[in-house]
């Protein structure tokens, strides 16, 4: 019921990515990213004990410096397994954001979940995806744990929500061979594609928390920590939506909310800096190079087969 056939080709990944939009309507009504993060909530305690994290205390809702733009914050945790369940919602009459995220425990190696929504009244910018939390080309045992099941799933959605084109190409280490990136024009059929996978990877998602099984080999527990801390170091200091954000709330309380919210765990999980993971960003001064990218952009198209091998195609960039 949700394919919208030949629509499919209003999304087009050449179209160029036009931010401003002050002058342009607001996205069409009958779609908000509030029903997303519903579903995901109503979903959850069905199936598990949600509670509230202590970062709702301190972080619930912001007004924007222009006074009306309304950013909403909410977080979770559902012992023993999920660490974090947090979302950023940013609604004003030019865009709609969601940025929903779940983190579990490290005695769990369960991928991330991560919705990642940006959308004007002219663009549509998406990552939905179950980040592996390692390395499939050196753990091909996580592949085959996580993501060999998976692949229909990923593979049905893959050709409703096509492939956005170039993209940061260190991002490519954090998605899995199931990552949905697209950017499409906004039409109401494409909201429905995407509401309907979001749904079904976040059900995907919840059924392997559900399954999971507790490490309790201390190596693989700090394995697993690190790789959780190494991500959100990454996110912390490089996602691309930083900008947008201190656009809204200020650099100050932007860094709060990256730092202590959105990506919390950092001050937690570990102690290494981003140039500890990352030494290409390393200036000369010892500072942490400002571009988002080292190596650029690349990967036209989407860069696994149908079975999930990485394929490299992107030797034209
Ligand atoms: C663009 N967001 C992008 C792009 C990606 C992502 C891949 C395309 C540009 C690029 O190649 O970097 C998302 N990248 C991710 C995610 C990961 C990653 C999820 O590496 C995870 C590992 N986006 C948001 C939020 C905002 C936002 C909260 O998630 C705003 C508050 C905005 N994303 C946003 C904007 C762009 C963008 C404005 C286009 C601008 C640009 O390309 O820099």
Not at 81 to 109: H, T
Request: proline fraction near 6%.
């Amino acid at each position: 019921a949700w394919s919208c056939g030949n629509n499919n080709r209003q999304s087009n990944p050449h179209h160029p990515l036009r931010i401003s939009v002050s002058l342009s309507p607001p996205p069409p009504p009958s779609f908000s990213y509030r029903e997303f993060l519903n579903f995901a909530l109503t979903e959850t305690e069905r199936r598990t004990l949600l509670l509230p994290s202590p970062l709702q205390e301190k972080y619930s809702s912001l007004t924007a410096v222009d006074g009306t733009t309304d950013l909403q914050m909410l977080a979770f945790q559902s012992p023993p397994k999920i660490r974090l369940l947090r979302s950023l919602s940013i609604q004003n009459e030019s865009m709609q954001v969601l940025d929903f995220a779940g983190f579990a425990k490290p005695e769990y190696d369960v991928p991330i979940f991560c919705a990642n929504f940006f959308s004007t009244a002219n663009i549509n910018i998406i990552v939905l995806d179950l980040n592996p939390l390692h390395n499939m080309s050196d753990r091909k045992d996580y592949k085959e744990k996580y993501y060999e099941k998976l692949m229909d799933l990923g593979l049905r959605y893959a050709e409703l929500l096509p492939w956005g084109g170039k993209l940061t190409s260190e991002s490519l280490k954090f998605f899995s061979p199931i990552v949905i990136w697209t950017k499409f024009q906004s039409v109401d059929c494409m909201y429905e594609n995407l509401y309907s996978a979001f749904t079904e990877y976040y059900k995907a998602w919840l059924q392997l928390i559900e399954e999971a099984a507790e490490e309790t080999d201390d190596a693989l527990v700090l394995s697993n920590r690190e790789a959780q801390h190494r991500y959100l170091t990454w996110r912390a200091e490089k996602d691309p939506g930083h900008g947008v954000l201190k656009r809204l709330v200020g650099e100050m309380r932007a860094k709060d909310v990256i730092r202590n919210f959105l990506f919390h765990g950092i001050e937690e999980l570990g102690s290494k800096g981003f140039l500890d993971y990352f030494p290409e960003y390393r200036c000369q001064d010892g500072t942490v190079n400002q571009n988002r990218s080292m190596i650029g952009k690349s990967f036209e198209s989407r860069p696994w087969d149908a079975s999930g091998e990485f394929i490299a195609n992107n030797t034209e960039d």
